[in-house]
């Protein structure tokens, strides 16, 4: 499905503001988008671990201290910061634990049932991915038993937008480089496309020095055994790796 995406949606705004290069990865053939000319996706194993010798504007920060100014950022750009949930999915009959954030939002809000608790919001999601624990330890730390994800979500419907992919790409280039001080050189944005608890869209996945960081997905349609259904609402659906970032 993601091979029949319109490329468009990924020329956003800032791209081309700030004169970033579109180019394909030598390793694994995948597009990315960076400010310099470089030939791999930045994301591991296609690029080494660089991000060790990286030295962040505000010095090393904890798990909690992340999460606080990641919370804090986009309440200060109006997200309303919501409660999380737990990680049991009770309210799903298909799915047993919360995997994402977008997870508590689906499938009521995301079909369009009921609204959201806030337009656009922010949370800090405790998630279990069963999947990724065979990975712990393999990966060389970059899978755990359970992660907390930032998801900053906004819902746009016919007849009310909010924003979608230039805005959300340009609060990703905030939030790393205004706000934590990540040299802006060292950001990769990766095409991609990605899929779960019913719904899809392309993506791009956010890489700093040979780490992936968050996910920013344009969840665009329903997804069932394989087929999809464009949905009217279009929803802005990022992960940002709350421990991963504390990493670097």
Not at 33 to 39: E, F, Q, V
Not at 96 to 125: C, D, E, K, M, R
Not at 144 to 166: E, Q, R
Request: hydrophobic residues 40%.
């Amino acid at each position: 499905m993601d091979t029949a995406v319109d490329q468009s949606i990924f020329k956003v705004e800032l791209f081309r503001k700030r004169g970033y290069l579109r180019r394909k990865c030598r390793v694994c053939g995948a597009h990315f988008w960076a400010p310099i000319d470089r030939d791999n996706c930045g994301d591991a194993p296609c690029s080494d671990y660089t991000f060790f010798n990286l030295k962040l504007g505000v010095g090393p920060l904890t798990v909690k201290e992340v999460r606080d100014r990641f919370l804090n950022f986009f309440s200060r750009r109006g997200h309303e910061v919501i409660e999380p949930k737990p990680v049991v999915a009770r309210w799903r009959d298909d799915l047993y634990l919360t995997i994402a954030s977008i997870v508590v939002f689906q499938p009521h809000v995301t079909s369009g049932l009921v609204p959201p608790p806030a337009n656009p919001l922010v949370i800090a999601q405790p998630c279990i991915r069963l999947e990724d624990i065979d990975s712990v330890g393999y990966t060389f730390g970059r899978h755990l038993t359970n992660f907390i994800m930032g998801g900053h979500h906004a819902f746009n419907y016919p007849d009310k937008f909010i924003y979608f992919t230039d805005r959300t790409v340009e609060l990703a280039k905030e939030f790393f480089v205004d706000e934590l001080g990540v040299p802006e050189e060292e950001l990769v944005f990766k095409e991609s496309w990605w899929e779960g608890g019913g719904n899809a869209g392309p993506s791009f996945e956010v890489a700093i020095g040979g780490l992936e960081v968050a996910t920013l997905v344009f969840m665009m349609y329903e997804s069932l055994n394989g087929s999809y259904r464009e949905m009217p609402i279009k929803i802005v659906d990022t992960g940002y790796g709350i421990e991963r970032i504390a990493w670097l």
